[in-house]
């Protein structure tokens, strides 16, 4: 427990391998049948779909990628009673990304044969963490070890952010253009947020020096700044308070805040007379476009370096029994040349992306999706506050229809790991698994996941053919007037 503690020291102190601690069911991004769990990838996908109405009872998801840490025994859906956190050994910059949601209640609706709403809430969560390079070994058991081994790495920094939120969200999606052989549908989605928790570090320009003193042995804590917050309703749980007290004191210094998705789909039909089969689809979303609110808690602070005879040995002394934040800031307060607490709100950048979709139908019920995320949260600005999500490319085959499903998504992604995912549908029920190495090793938990929903679908008198046969007709005479002629 002790080596741990250690450990997690150096994660903390200089904000380079540690996270404070949700929408990405893969295997049916541009499916047909997504329906209600469409708008988590694509508003416009809601109405591409060949019955009138579903409603997702409940879905979960959750997943984890990182190259800077293993965690032994521990299965994808065992405890954590016998687990154990390992740092991996070498140099190189560290990255960590997790998600989770919970979607309850979304529902999705055809209200006339050229478009469709849909509703729901959901609660999701992320955390994101970067580091620069930095070396790690099994030699490395205090502070004054970890100095060493990266003075030719400084300057050292990192960032952490985490948030989680609730959202109420409306998508409106309607067909834009139909010509008999190609569809453009165009979607929105307006969400409501409250946040519920946020937290953030962000260690920048860490630097030391030999300790000439002591004849260059050991080092000096020359500069570096940390700045680091969480929420300020993390502050009003009481642990002697009754739960029903701590969630509402706990919800009253929560904020709203506004944000959007918005996309398109181009679809190719294939000339058969079933309306919902195509030869190719191609959708383009732009999602989380906003903000979480967040107000400061007590014991935020901006921690700067630079006071005089701060030697390695002093801080791994000082920081090696840490218990809470306000021990923390107690030791910041002797060690650092200035602390300064934090006030006021902060604001925490979803993590907005491009998302680039393209479903090709291969024959019968065999489908390949290709997909590509670009992440288009600011980055370069340095005092910005924002979340990233995990997904750079996935390639999935499936063999799908409107009862039963089996889903290969293969994926790598931005934590430059590479997953083989499976998935399948049955009835109602979905369930996935995010890396198929999971289930076989006690040791991959820290890169994959899992999910599972719960989908309601009518029966095949609610299918939407059955509302739009003018339209139907309509197409197969612009067909008929398409032909050339002899």
Avoid at 69 to 98: C, H, M, P, Q, V
Avoid at 101 to 114: E, M
Avoid at 282 to 303: C, E, K, N, P, T
Wanted: a positive charge; proline letters at 3%; one cysteine or more.
């Amino acid at each position: 427990m002790r080596a741990f503690r250690n450990n997690l020291l150096f994660l903390i102190f200089f904000s380079f391998s540690a996270s404070a601690r949700s929408q990405n069911y893969q295997a049916i991004h541009g499916s047909s049948y997504a329906g209600s769990l469409g708008p988590a990838n694509n508003p416009a996908s809601i109405e591409y779909v060949p019955y009138n109405w579903d409603i997702t009872l409940f879905a979960i998801q959750s997943k984890e990628a990182t190259n800077a840490l293993k965690i032994r025994n521990r299965s994808l859906f065992g405890g954590t009673r016998n687990a154990k956190i390992e740092i991996l050994d070498g140099t190189k910059k560290r990255l960590a990304f997790a998600d989770q949601n919970i979607r309850l209640l979304n529902a999705r609706l055809a209200i006339t044969p050229k478009s469709a709403i849909a509703f729901g809430m959901n609660i999701r969560g992320y955390e994101f963490l970067q580091t620069s390079r930095y070396a790690w070994n099994d030699s490395i058991k205090t502070l004054p070890d970890f100095a060493n081994a990266n003075f030719n790495n400084t300057p050292l920094s990192g960032k952490m952010v985490s948030a989680s939120w609730v959202e109420v969200y409306g998508t409106y999606a309607q067909t834009i253009k139909d010509d008999g052989n190609n569809i453009l549908n165009a979607g929105v989605s307006l969400k409501v947020d409250r946040g519920l928790a946020g937290a953030y570090a962000n260690g920048q320009g860490i630097n030391y020096l030999p300790n000439s003193a002591n004849n260059g042995i050991g080092y000096l804590l020359t500069e570096g700044t940390l700045q680091y917050g969480y929420s300020s309703n993390l502050d009003d749980i009481n642990r002697n308070s009754n739960f029903s007290s701590n969630v509402r004191n706990f919800m009253r210094r929560t904020f709203s805040s506004l944000s959007a998705d918005a996309g398109i789909e181009y679809i190719m039909l294939s000339g058969s007379d079933n309306d919902y089969e195509y030869n190719t689809k191609i959708g383009v979303s732009l999602m989380d476009i906003g903000r979480i609110h967040f107000r400061h808690g007590d014991y935020s602070r901006l921690a700067v370096a630079g006071k005089n005879n701060i030697t390695d040995s002093l801080l791994q002394n000082r920081f090696a029994d840490i218990r809470s934040l306000s021990q923390f800031n107690d030791s910041m307060a002797i060690t650092a040349n200035s602390l300064t607490p934090l006030g006021g709100d902060f604001f925490v950048t979803q993590p907005t992306r491009l998302i680039i979709n393209v479903d090709q139908h291969l024959t019968g019920n065999f489908f390949l999706n290709g997909e590509l995320t670009i992440p288009v949260s600011p980055s370069s600005v340095s005092n910005k506050l924002y979340l990233k999500q995990m997904n750079l490319i996935a390639i999935t085959p499936r063999w799908e229809n409107r009862t039963f499903g089996l889903y290969l998504p293969v994926q790598f992604n931005q934590a430059q790991r590479f997953w083989i995912g499976g998935a399948f549908k049955a009835g109602p029920l979905l369930f996935g698994v995010h890396n198929l190495v999971n289930i076989f090793s006690k040791n991959s938990s820290q890169n994959g996941g899992f999910y599972l929903a719960v989908t309601i679908r009518p029966g095949a008198s609610n299918d939407k053919s059955s509302r739009d046969e003018n339209l139907k007709l309509n197409r197969r005479e612009r067909k008929k007037l398409n032909c050339p002629q002899l």
